[in-house]
């Protein structure tokens, strides 16, 4: 069966159902020879594939649950707030903050001003990124100012970040990087113990972002709430489940946890 769905399905085919196929079959393939011979090692960085992304989005809820979750978290961080500056580690096209600014826009107190710094490696995408968002927060009354800094995730320097005396930071990260919809799938179905779920890759972060002074904020009920309403949206036959852990919200499929939120703060802000 396997050699039959690589013949007939090619994820460069524009059926979104074929090349979500490909992806499977090249996930199922890469199962069964870790199981024969384990040589199977965890996936590295691909080149950007934005169609692969709309398609991930679109076929399952783990973009939707990372974007409503953190701007739950950050809307909660900056309550009451004039000025907010906002850094996206990787912003790729923005399709988390139109939501975003509308509910900025619609304070009882007033909007606030907001600047965003957007990252990622090809500045036309962020020109282009910032443009859309700004032309959205213009419609929208709300005052807003985009700086496009293209770095590898690596590379980043604070030299970079224009930070400024009164407002207030928040820095959002969803660590997924590109080539998504081919990423995730052979992470479920290929790749087996602590690398399938991230377990050690969370670990390791949180002992990082403790060590430097951070302090972990639980999410809220709303967060949880948010996070639920996603996961209505798909029938409990596509197997996705939602645990609260240690503050944190963890998506998972067939008992693997797959995505975990959480939320920080600098301990000096408390």
């Avoid at 700086?147 to 930071?169: C, W, Y």
């Avoid at 660590?175 to 377990?199: D, F, M, Q, T, W």
């Amino acid at each position: 069966m396997l050699l039959e769905l690589t013949q007939l399905a090619s994820p460069y085919k524009p059926s979104c159902a074929e090349r979500v196929v490909a992806y499977f079959a090249k996930a199922m393939t890469s199962r069964v020879m870790n199981s024969w011979l384990g040589v199977c090692s965890p996936l590295i960085n691909q080149r950007s594939i934005n169609s692969s992304f709309q398609v991930f989005n679109n076929i399952s809820p783990f973009i939707k649950f990372a974007h409503f979750t953190s701007n739950q978290a950050i809307l909660e961080a900056v309550n009451r707030t004039n000025s907010i500056h906002i850094i996206d580690l990787d912003i790729m096209q923005g399709l988390q903050w139109p939501p975003f600014f509308h509910i900025l826009a619609t304070r009882m107190e007033g909007p606030p001003e907001v600047r965003m710094t957007g990252m990622g490696t090809s500045m036309e995408l962020l020109v282009k990124t910032g443009k859309q968002l700004s032309n959205f927060a213009r419609r929208l009354g709300l005052s807003f100012k985009f700086n496009p800094v293209a770095t590898k995730f690596g590379e980043i320097d604070v030299s970079m970040v224009q930070v400024r005396h009164g407002e207030t930071l928040a820095v959002h990260w969803h660590s997924v990087g590109h080539g998504l919809l081919s990423k995730e799938i052979n992470n479920i179905l290929a790749i087996g113990g602590p690398a399938r779920s991230g377990e050690d890759k969370f670990r390791q972060w949180r002992s990082e972002l403790a060590r430097h002074c951070f302090v972990q904020v639980p999410m809220s009920a709303n967060s949880v709430a948010q996070a639920q309403l996603i996961l209505n949206m798909f029938s409990p036959a596509h197997g996705y489940s939602l645990a609260q852990v240690d503050g944190t919200l963890r998506l998972g499929w067939k008992d693997t946890d797959l995505y975990t939120a959480s939320a920080w703060t600098s301990s000096t802000s408390r």
